[in-house]
Structure formats: structure tokens, C-alpha cells
């Protein structure tokens, strides 16, 4: 599990693709994430929960498999590109976002963003399928950041950005047109489904 606070960015520093549904990438981690990081443990990347397959230091690699590849922003990942990283939860630590799975459910684009002064608004496209789940004041998951919806329309809804995700996070680069892993409130998705399943056999 994961609380979608961001906890740093990495940098892919490798990138090994035997067949078009598998691959193995090797991030650079910030040296404070890499501390204690054991084979095994479960990282996110963008907010998709990956597991370590082999540390080196600050290096560690994670395999991505042909599900992950389709559903997420990681496959178009390459040497360079920077990574939101968030380390498993541990009983005990603040929980300072909201709990996540580290299971992305789809991507997003990112349709435009309004600047001002101190903040920043980004406007991503509203598919379908998420329509039910994306609900002005709750919870969602952008490339593992925990973020509180703003506005929803028909075809968009928008998150506000402080500073600080701005700097700690991927979304100070983005721009329009980008793609964004989504995962959806679990809680939010329960009730939903729960209640479409009751007025459905009514």
C-alpha cells in the first residue's frame, strides 16, 4: 500500500526490452530512498506498484511485464526520463495522502494548464469509463500523487498544485498533451459499484 505522498524523483538510467510485452528498467533512486531497499520490496513508480528485482546501490531494477506496459505511462519511459518514486507504507508512518494500491486503472491526458502566481491548475481529459469515480472534492491518484479533484465537466476535470508538488513531483514539467497514470479512490469505487449493483436489481 501507498499514501500518495511522493517521496522523490528518479532517473531511468537503463532501459532492457527482450520482447514487446516485457521489459526491465533500471532507475536511479535519490540516495534516501535507496536506503535499506531490499530485493523485493515493492516501489511506485508513477504510482504503479513495481517490485525490486535487483539492487546496486542507488540503482534498482523493476521488470514490467505486458499489462503494465499497456495500461500505464511506463512503457514510453526512456534512458532520462524522470519517475515519481513512493517507497511501500509502513504501520506506523503518517499517511498523509490517501491509501492507494499502486494498481493503475488507466491514463489521462492533459489537456491544458492555467499558471498563476504561486499555483498552478492542470485540466486532464475525463474518460468514460472514470466518469462514475472522478467527484468534485475527492480523492485521486495522478502518477502516484494524491491529489483532491477541483472541477469536473462533462470531458474534463482539473487538480490544483501548490509549490511544493511542483517542485517534488513530475507535474512541474508537464505540459499538454503528456499522459498521466490514474488510480482511482478505492473507497470511491466501492461505493459507486455497491450502488449502481443495488439500484440495478431494484
Given at each position: 500500500?501507498?499514501?500518495?505522498?511522493?517521496?522523490?524523483?528518479?532517473?531511468?538510467?537503463?532501459?532492457?526490452?527482450?520482447?514487446?510485452?516485457?521489459?526491465?528498467?533500471?532507475?536511479?533512486?535519490?540516495?534516501?530512498?535507496?536506503?535499506?531497499?531490499?530485493?523485493?520490496?515493492?516501489?511506485?513508480?508513477?504510482?504503479?506498484?513495481?517490485?525490486v528485482?535487483?539492487?546496486?546501490?542507488?540503482?534498482?531494477?523493476?521488470?514490467?511485464?505486458g499489462?503494465?506496459?499497456?495500461?500505464?505511462?511506463?512503457?514510453?519511459?526512456?534512458?532520462?526520463?524522470?519517475?515519481?518514486?513512493?517507497?511501500?507504507?509502513?504501520?506506523?508512518?503518517?499517511?498523509?495522502?490517501?491509501?492507494?494500491?499502486?494498481?493503475?486503472?488507466?491514463t489521462?491526458?492533459?489537456?491544458?494548464?492555467?499558471?498563476?502566481?504561486?499555483?498552478?491548475?492542470?485540466?486532464?481529459?475525463?474518460?468514460?469509463?472514470?466518469?462514475?469515480?472522478?467527484?468534485?472534492?475527492?480523492?485521486?491518484?495522478?502518477?502516484?500523487?494524491?491529489?483532491?479533484?477541483?472541477?469536473v465537466t462533462?470531458?474534463?476535470?482539473?487538480?490544483?498544485?501548490?509549490p511544493?508538488?511542483?517542485?517534488?513531483?513530475?507535474?512541474?514539467?508537464?505540459?499538454?498533451?503528456?499522459?498521466?497514470?490514474?488510480?482511482?479512490?478505492?473507497?470511491?469505487q466501492?461505493?459507486?459499484?455497491?450502488?449502481?449493483?443495488?439500484?440495478?436489481?431494484?
Open positions: 500500500m501507498f499514501t500518495g505522498i511522493v517521496q522523490g524523483m528518479g532517473r531511468i538510467a537503463a532501459v532492457h526490452a527482450p520482447s514487446p510485452d516485457f521489459r526491465t528498467y533500471t532507475v536511479e533512486l535519490p540516495e534516501e530512498m535507496a536506503h535499506n531497499l531490499q530485493t523485493g520490496a515493492s516501489v511506485a513508480n508513477n504510482g504503479c506498484c513495481l517490485t528485482t535487483k539492487i546496486n546501490g542507488r540503482l534498482a531494477d523493476f521488470d514490467l511485464m499489462e503494465t506496459l499497456a495500461k500505464t505511462n511506463l512503457g514510453a519511459l526512456s534512458v532520462g526520463s524522470a519517475v515519481n518514486l513512493e517507497r511501500a507504507a509502513r504501520f506506523g508512518d503518517e499517511i498523509g495522502g490517501h491509501l492507494m494500491s499502486g494498481h493503475i486503472i488507466a489521462t491526458t492533459v489537456t491544458r494548464i492555467e499558471k498563476s502566481a504561486h499555483n498552478r491548475t492542470l485540466w486532464l481529459a475525463l474518460p468514460p469509463e472514470l466518469k462514475p469515480y472522478i467527484l468534485t472534492k475527492g480523492f485521486v491518484g495522478l502518477d502516484g500523487c494524491s491529489l483532491t479533484i477541483g472541477s462533462d470531458g474534463e476535470f482539473n487538480v490544483h498544485l501548490i511544493e508538488t511542483l517542485q517534488r513531483t513530475l507535474f512541474g514539467s508537464r505540459r499538454a498533451g503528456d499522459a498521466v497514470n490514474v488510480e482511482i479512490d478505492p473507497q470511491t466501492a461505493v459507486v459499484d455497491t450502488a449502481a449493483r443495488v439500484l440495478a436489481q431494484r
